[in-house]
T-cell receptor, first 117, second 113 residues
Framework: DVKVTQSSRYLVKRTGEKVFLECVQD?????MFWYRQDPGLGLRLIYF???????EKGDIPEGYSVSREKKERFSLILESASTNQTSMYLC????????????????FGDGTRLSIL | QKEVEQDPGPLSVPEGAIVSLNCTYS??????FMWYRQYSRKGPELLMY????GNKEDGRFTAQVDKSSKYISLFIRDSQPSDSATYLC?????????????FGPGTRLSVLP
């Protein structure tokens, strides 16, 4: 079974702090993703990475950055946390094959519920 | 028009009922179709995954894709209280970097004992 592990289930930080959210997957997946999920707004893509050291902005990248130094690890960084970044953060990974039919769905971690005070 | 439309519910059914959950989409490039179940305070869990049109069955769950109508469904037979959760539909298409995933907002389902 695919396992996506997020380092913290619950996190409380203060406004202005630099916050690191870590995600590790054990299936050698090329693609990794960070989302935030808010009531009424659904899942919104922050950043994704299609390979080591490669990243692309998603729909809401402002205030965030990412790092992917190793294939299995994808980090989300809140440069200067603000209260409007209080949310559930979800990491996901997926396999991207050369054959069209070989692609696989995303697998998610259990999320980090982040509160910024 | 949103790329993926899904009735947010909430939907309440009695135990044992057949549940039908639906999504419509507008992008004909989508090739992969997924259903996820999300319990409160947990991440989405993959339930069903299909490539292109047709039906796929797994136990009490059946996923149906009609690409000509841009419509996908998830049927749950003999629903149980443990099926109470939010169900997210998702679709994806390949691009140069990988897969572009789009999610519906989710339908909240309550199965009453």
């Amino acid at each position: 079974d695919v396992k996506v592990t997020q380092s913290s289930r619950y996190l409380v930080k203060r406004t202005g702090e630099k916050v690191f959210l870590e995600c590790v997957q054990d299936m050698d997946h090329e693609n990794m993703f960070w989302y935030r999920q808010d009531p009424g707004l659904g899942l919104r893509l922050i950043y994704f990475s299609y390979d080591v050291k490669m990243k692309e902005k998603g729909d809401i990248p402002e205030g965030y950055s990412v790092s992917r130094e190793k294939k299995e690890r994808f980090s989300l960084i809140l440069e200067s946390a603000s209260t409007n970044q209080t949310s559930m953060y979800l990491c996901a990974s997926s396999f991207f094959g050369q054959e069209v039919s070989s692609n696989q769905p995303q697998h998610f971690g259990d999320g980090t519920r982040l509160s910024i005070l | 028009q949103k790329e993926v439309e899904q009735d947010p519910g909430p939907l309440s059914v009695p135990e044992g009922a057949i549940v039908s959950l639906n999504c419509t989409y507008s992008n004909s490039a989508f090739q992969y179709f997924m259903w996820y179940r999300q319990y409160s305070r947990k991440g989405p869990e993959l339930l069903m995954y299909t490539y292109s049109s047709g039906n796929k069955e797994d136990g009490r769950f059946t996923a149906q894709v009609d690409k000509s109508s841009k419509y996908i469904s998830l049927f749950i037979r003999d629903s149980q209280p443990s099926d109470s959760a939010t169900y997210l539909c998702a679709m994806s298409a390949r691009d140069n970097y990988g897969q572009n995933f789009v999610f519906g907002p989710g339908t909240r389902l309550s199965v009453l004992p």
